[in-house]
């Protein structure tokens, strides 16, 4: 197996940086496959042993990286599969919004290695300075490959735009100082709302007027978790309960450059979080509801 590329334009780099930031907050083990055409991240439920993906990240390589070659197991498997500890990962693309040039390689050291050469300009003279990391990894055997598909959910019952993510964070982050789960709900109006309750109190708070891509068809209720507003239509309205710090976690995605983030609902099942950039990065963030 053969692994190398470089990356020199300073956008992309940015980008990658604040992608693998991001992925890094959500949890500390996570899984690079190197294909042909994209590099995936993925990162699965720690506590659940083998599960389908929590993160799933793809970056289109002609948009980010001037060389690329790889060389997989074999003809059948051309795909590499690397397990890693994304806060080291993290770290060593601290430097890449300075940087000059960033070259990945597979190497074997005393170990399995990503190694990483970031070209810096010297802040005394012309020259400049490479630095090297050696992130140690793990490779994953063919057997295992299975477990880090991608995930196949069911068809969401909406599809919604979210607001500014550095809006929703905030909102959310206030909300998890008071209860720990928050209740997700979005209407084929274009509305959404975050509510909370505790023994002491009930908050919600409303978004109007976002764009709806899709949206199933009637909803049926047979619980008290849905309230509607003046002449709102509860067959029209879907939601899901959700652990407040993972979805507040996802919202730090707001450092990424992004052009659209949706919001997919699996009534009372699941939440889809899907952040898209200009740059064709696509990362996806599945919390599964919780149900009493």
């Not at 793990?138 to 069911?154: G, L």
């Not at 964070?169 to 109006?189: F, L, N």
């Not at 983030?261 to 950039?277: A, D, E, R």
Request: proline share 5%.
């Amino acid at each position: 197996m053969k692994f190398r590329s470089v990356m020199i334009d300073a956008g992309p780099m940015r980008e990658f940086s604040n992608v693998v930031t991001t992925i890094s907050k959500l949890s500390k083990e996570c899984v690079l496959r190197i294909a042909e055409d994209k590099l995936y991240f993925i990162v699965s439920d720690e506590n659940n042993g083998p599960a389908p993906p929590v993160l799933w990240c793809e970056i289109p390589q002609p948009m980010f990286f001037s060389e690329y070659q790889m060389i997989g197991l074999d003809d059948d498997h051309k795909d590499i599969y690397l397990g890693f500890a994304a806060a080291n990962l993290a770290r060593s693309l601290s430097t890449l919004k300075s940087a000059k040039c960033l070259k990945m390689k597979l190497t074997k050291k005393q170990c399995p290695c990503l190694t990483l050469e970031i070209e810096m300009p010297s802040s005394t003279s012309q020259q400049t300075r490479h630095v090297t990391y050696d992130i140690p990894v793990v490779v994953i055997p063919r057997k295992m490959w299975a477990d880090f598909n991608e995930p196949k959910t069911p068809y969401p019952d909406i599809s919604i735009e979210l607001p500014p993510l550095k809006q929703l964070r905030t909102t959310i982050d206030r909300m998890r100082t008071m209860a720990s789960e928050v209740v997700i709900r979005a209407s084929a109006e274009g509305r959404l709302t975050l509510q909370i309750r505790t023994d002491m109190a009930k908050v919600s708070t409303r978004f109007k007027d976002l764009k709806v891509e899709a949206f199933g068809g009637p909803i049926e209720h047979s619980d008290s978790e849905t309230e509607s507003q003046d002449n709102e239509d509860i067959s029209r309205i879907c939601y899901c309960k959700v652990d407040a710090k993972k979805f507040s976690i996802f919202l730090s995605a707001e450092q990424i450059s992004h052009n659209r983030t949706v919001c997919s609902i699996v009534h009372k099942k699941l939440i889809i979080l899907c952040l898209q950039t200009q740059e064709n990065v696509k990362l996806q963030c599945f919390i599964t509801g919780i149900v009493y």
